[in-house]
């Protein structure tokens, strides 16, 4: 069973830079192509170059950033012929993720889905940011993904979702419908929540069809 997680203050500097960094490439604050710097970096972030260097790998493995030799280390570029690949994985492992979370949520958990649950639907949905819909979307599909309490399954989605988030971020002006899509995530809710696997599993792989089907439109 995997722990709760940790406080922001109980995480190591290398976690810590990891996640900061992680979220900025995720959401383009760091632009695609930009460049790293890893002292400009480390002084953003009050934490040593060893940090962010260990963060740095990470990243790098996970499709974030590329380090070219003699040139540098960048943001990596958003390229939409990747999303078929993407979708492609997403569409395997997303209804596996929801139906699994469906059976394995603890009390804790329930409470955290619920929790996203009112969030979503709460007075303040209307007047959400195209960036805090964005963010909300992050944190449910990341909690899905820990109600699994399966580490390889969390892992392997949460790097899948960032990429296909980066590519949702590149398009947000042309799709108004966002706040409907992140919406979707209600009835999942609910279905995990309820311990419903079969429904749960269904309702998440017609949300990434639904996803992939408005990036294309949006083009």
């Given at each position: 069973?995997?722990?709760?997680?940790?406080?922001?203050?109980?995480?190591?500097?290398?976690?810590?830079?990891?996640?900061?960094?992680?979220?900025?490439?995720?959401?383009?604050?760091?632009?695609?192509?930009a460049?790293?710097?890893e002292?400009?970096?480390?002084?953003?972030l009050?934490?040593?170059?060893?940090?962010?260097?260990?963060?740095?790998?990470?990243?790098?493995?996970?499709?974030?950033?590329?380090?070219?030799p003699?040139?540098?280390?960048?943001?990596?570029?958003?390229?939409i012929?990747?999303?078929a690949?993407?979708?492609?994985?997403?569409?395997?492992?997303?209804?596996?993720?929801?139906?699994?979370?469906?059976?394995?949520?603890?009390?804790?958990?329930?409470?955290?889905?619920?929790?996203?649950?009112?969030?979503?639907?709460?007075?303040?949905?209307?007047?959400?940011?195209?960036?805090?819909h964005?963010?909300?979307?992050?944190?449910?599909?990341?909690?899905?993904?820990?109600?699994?309490?399966?580490?390889?399954?969390?892992?392997?989605?949460?790097r899948?979702?960032?990429?296909?988030?980066?590519?949702?971020?590149?398009?947000?002006?042309?799709?108004?419908?966002?706040?409907g899509?992140?919406?979707?995530?209600?009835?999942?809710?609910?279905?995990?929540?309820?311990?419903?696997?079969?429904?749960?599993?269904?309702?998440?792989?017609?949300?990434?069809?639904?996803?992939?089907?408005?990036?294309?439109?949006?083009?």
């Amino acid at each position: 069973m995997k722990p709760a997680e940790p406080a922001a203050e109980d995480l190591s500097y290398a976690e810590r830079a990891y996640r900061d960094l992680r979220d900025r490439l995720v959401m383009l604050d760091i632009r695609p192509g930009a460049p790293i710097n890893e002292d400009q970096l480390a002084q953003s972030l009050g934490f040593g170059r060893t940090p962010v260097r260990e963060a740095l790998k990470r990243l790098q493995y996970e499709r974030l950033i590329a380090s070219y030799p003699r040139r540098g280390t960048f943001a990596t570029e958003v390229n939409i012929t990747d999303l078929a690949h993407i979708s492609e994985v997403r569409r395997q492992l997303e209804p596996m993720a929801a139906a699994q979370a469906a059976r394995r949520a603890t009390d804790d958990d329930r409470d955290r889905l619920t929790a996203l649950l009112e969030e979503l639907e709460s007075d303040r949905a209307q007047r959400r940011s195209a960036d805090a819909h964005l963010r909300l979307d992050l944190q449910v599909h990341r909690a899905i993904y820990a109600a699994t309490h399966n580490p390889y399954l969390e892992d392997t989605l949460v790097r899948y979702d960032n990429l296909a988030t980066r590519v949702w971020c590149l398009f947000v002006d042309r799709l108004p419908g966002m706040a409907g899509h992140v919406g979707e995530h209600g009835p999942l809710l609910r279905a995990v929540v309820a311990g419903d696997p079969d429904k749960a599993g269904a309702l998440a792989g017609s949300h990434v069809d639904g996803f992939e089907q408005a990036i294309r439109a949006a083009i």
